[in-house]
């Protein structure tokens, strides 16, 4: 199995093994989809621009303001959350985004996407990106 797959495989588990997951979406860091699992309604090209424009915007706040470096960028909306990850791979640097809804339990999403963002960096550096 390539990288995309493994990525693709994580992706699939969290959005459906956690109460809440509305969709999940890896990209690069300049806003390219990598994989994805979002509903219809959800653009995975805008998302994915978007989302590393946001976290670099995040990283650029953070080190102004000497607070250290932006790891996690956390949106609060009237329907639910949206959170913004880096993954740590050596050799493709990535955004997971994780879309969810009011009942998603926080500290549970983020213990699992945290695990999830340390699979995929380990599936990226294991092995050359495949188209």
């Known amino acids: 199995m390539n990288a995309k797959m493994r990525c693709q495989a994580q992706l699939d588990a969290l959005r459906h093994e956690h109460h809440g997951v509305a969709g999940t979406l890896l990209s690069t ?7 994805t699992s979002v509903s219809e309604k959800v653009s995975p090209s805008k998302l994915a621009a978007m989302a590393s424009s946001l976290l670099a915007l995040a990283e650029a706040v953070s080190r102004e303001g000497a607070v250290g470096q932006c790891r996690d960028l956390i949106i609060e909306s009237s329907a639910g959350l949206v959170l ?4 740590p791979s050596a050799t493709h640097k990535a955004v997971l985004t994780v879309l969810c809804t009011e009942a998603a339990v926080f500290g549970r999403i983020r213990w699992a996407a ?3 963002r340390e699979a995929i960096a380990h599936a990226l ?3 050359a990106m495949a188209s």
């Open 29 to 35: 860091m300049d806003g390219f989809e990598i994989a």
């Open 114 to 116: 945290r695990n999830t």
């Open 84 to 87: 913004l990850m880096d993954v």
């Open 125 to 127: 550096d294991g092995s």
